[in-house]
Every structure is written in C-alpha cells, then in structure tokens.
C-alpha cells in the first residue's frame, strides 16, 4: 500500500514562532488533507490540498503532486496551535473504489507560552 | 450544518461481550468510512460504503468485525466477543462520494476500552 511519512514527528516552539510541516508520500494521490487533533481526539479539517496551494489565516499549504510531498506551513503559532497534526492521502483508486484514507504518524507540536 | 455524529461516546465493555457502534454521517454524503485509532496502530482505515454497498471488507481486523449501512446513512460496526485488542478509538467519516478524491470529514469518535 501507499506510504506516508511525517517529519517531524516532534516539534516544540516559543508563542510567535513559524513553523513548517512536511508529509511525504510514496504514490500517485487523488486526495491529500491535513488535519490537527485536538486534545479530545476530534479530527478537525485543515486542508484538502491534492495539488496546489491553499491559505486560511494564518495556516498556510503546498502541495506538489509531481514530486510526492506537501507542505503544512504555521505563522505566528499560538498556544491553541498545540497538538498533533496529521497528513493523510487517498491514492488514485482501482476502478473507481476507495482504499480509504491512509494517515502519517503526525507531528506532535507543542507551542509553549 | 451538522456534522458526523456517534454513538456512544465512550464504551467500556467485557472481554467476550458484543459491541454495537453507530455512525450518523452528513446528510447528503453517499460515502461512509470506519476508521480506528489505536497507541500501537495509529490511524487505520477498516472498511466504506458506497450507498449500502461496501464493497471490500478485507481491511477488517478479524472475523468477529462487521458493518452494515442501512437506507444509505446510519451504519452500525459491530465487534462480536471483544478482545482486549480490541480497544480503540474507532471514527467514522462521511464525504459525497467515493473513488474520486473527495474530502472527508470525521466525527468525534467512540473510545472503546475493553476489560
């Protein structure tokens, strides 16, 4: 099956400071989101980015389908940015069914005050 | 509007004991998807529905999983005998359709711990 590889898988940053998120995957995608889970487990949308680029605030993404990585970039973090952040691809299906999403280890991300 | 949404939230159950897990995807999405989050696993996907339909189940951990959708939304998974293996958070996502890269959006999950 695909691979998707997180880096890094730790991440701990002063309040303010920007910081770049980096997923990496081993196959064609038709799908590709970024999500964060918070500290009661609920997965919340980021992006869903299979090509191209995309910014919502202070959240930003990349993804560059071509060369099989996507980048989740975070300006400004602040102590609510905390926690874990999972990149998660679909790969071009086989006639037409879904494989599911297959998710990364994440980035555990903590920011400090 | 709303979101995905599951039942129960938490369940803690009985080795050998049966569980029953409810999923309310979006209104609208065609598309159903189990997934399970565990410490040793990570996120792993187990099965979707397309419609009723699910056509592969060979992401199911073993014999004693099984789900069934009913009028194209509520879909139950059900775990026969529970191991302690077993436990889990197991999450449900929804999204329009399938087979072409379509978003998906998660509910809150249902914490399973098996004693």
């Known amino acids: 099956g695909i691979q998707v590889e997180q880096s890094p898988p730790d991440l701990i940053l002063q309040e303010g400071a920007n910081s770049t998120l980096r997923c990496n995957f081993s196959?064609?995608?038709?799908?590709l989101q970024w999500f964060h889970q918070n500290p009661w487990g609920q997965l919340i949308n980021l992006f869903y980015?299979?090509?191209g680029t995309k910014q919502n605030g202070r959240l930003s993404a990349t993804t560059v389908a071509t060369e099989r990585y996507s980048l989740l970039y975070i300006s400004s973090s602040q102590t609510t940015d905390s926690g874990v952040y999972f990149c998660?691809?679909?790969?071009?299906?086989?006639?037409?069914?879904?494989?599911?999403?297959?998710f990364g280890k994440g980035t555990h991300l903590i920011i400090q005050p | 509007g709303a979101g995905v949404s599951q039942s129960p939230s938490n369940k803690v159950t009985e080795k050998g004991k049966d569980v029953e897990l409810r999923c309310d995807p979006i209104?609208?999405?065609?598309?159903l998807y189990w997934y399970r989050q565990s410490l040793g696993q990570g996120l792993e996907f187990l099965i979707y529905?397309?419609?009723?339909?699910?056509?592969?189940k060979s992401g199911l951990p073993s014999d004693r999983f099984s789900a069934e959708r009913t009028g194209g939304s509520v879909s139950t998974l059900t775990i026969q005998r529970t191991q302690q293996e077993d436990s889990a958070v197991y999450l449900c996502?929804?999204?329009?359709?399938?087979?072409?890269?379509?978003?998906?959006?998660f509910g809150p999950g249902t914490r399973l711990t098996v004693t």
């Open positions: 998660a691809v679909e790969r071009v299906g086989s006639g037409g069914g879904a494989d599911g999403l297959t």
């Open positions: 196959d064609s995608v038709n799908n």
């Open positions: 529905f397309q419609g009723n339909s699910a056509p592969d």
């Open positions: 209104s609208g999405h065609t598309a």
């Open positions: 980015i299979p090509s």
């Open positions: 996502a929804s999204s329009l359709r399938t087979g072409g890269g379509y978003e998906q959006y």
